[in-house]
């Protein structure tokens, strides 16, 4: 399957662990965004990449959150100290882009994260 | 601020009957728009866009035309199927490269 993964799949912590999410693109993807998903709601953007370079993060990504796209292929999120309210659907996606140039965005399942 | 309004669901359908969703945005600009499909237990797929103004977007009997006077991208479809049965969500994406959703409108359709 080329298509975007990410794992886990599902997350389940206490409030107060850190968490840490991957994503592998499709591989000739040069960008790489991330977006969360609460219950009932569309997807939220929170960051994106354009190979190894992050070059934008919604306001929505709190100082607990980072990610990081080290080798400009796959990416990781990471979120300290979680709160009941970052549970939520973690999406990635993927997409081959330029300036200028808007291309089709390939989403991966998600990582469902409940915090307790 | 930029938004989509899509208007809320469920809408509920007999097989065969027409579809309309309607999807406004609030953006600057010449934003390319979207609709994605998101089937039970799946991940959200891509089901057509238009990037500029009066262009129609189709893919598997599904149509969306690019409205800028309206700043509207309505979804319709002639005859829905069970399988249509689906949360479908309208995007779009400006100078930026990130997507903005609305909230989404869940479809059942019944036999």
């Known amino acids: 399957d080329t298509g975007v993964s990410q794992n886990p799949r599902h997350k389940i912590t206490k409030r107060g662990q850190n968490v840490t999410f991957r994503c592998d693109p499709i591989?000739?993807?040069?960008?790489l965004y991330w977006y969360r998903q609460t219950l009932g709601q569309g997807p939220e953007f929170l960051t994106y990449?354009?190979?190894?370079?992050?070059?934008?993060k919604s306001r929505l990504l709190s100082d607990r959150f980072s990610a990081e796209r080290p080798k400009g292929s796959f990416s990781t999120l990471e979120i300290q100290r979680t709160e009941q309210g970052d549970s939520a659907m973690y999406l990635c996606?993927?997409?081959?882009?330029?300036?200028?140039?808007?291309?089709?965005?390939?989403f991966g399942p998600g990582t469902r994260l409940t915090v307790l | 601020g930029n938004s989509v309004t899509q208007m809320e669901g469920p809408v509920t359908l007999s097989e065969e009957a027409f579809l309309t969703i309607n999807c406004t945005y609030t953006a600057t600009g010449y934003p390319s728009l979207f609709w994605y499909v998101q089937y039970p237990g799946e991940g959200l797929q891509l089901l057509l866009k238009a990037t500029k103004a009066d262009d129609k977007g189709s893919n598997k009997g599904f149509e969306a035309t690019y409205r800028k006077e309206t700043t509207s991208f309505h979804l319709e479809k002639g005859s829905v199927q069970v399988s249509d049965s689906a949360v479908y969500f309208c995007?779009?994406?400006?100078?930026?490269?990130?997507?903005?959703f609305g909230t989404g409108t869940r479809l059942q359709v019944t036999l």
């Open positions: 995007a779009y994406t400006g100078t930026a490269s990130k997507l903005t």
């Open positions: 990449f354009q190979n190894e370079a992050q070059l934008e």
């Open positions: 996606a993927s997409s081959l882009g330029w300036r200028g140039l808007i291309n089709e965005q390939f």
């Open positions: 591989s000739e993807h040069n960008r």
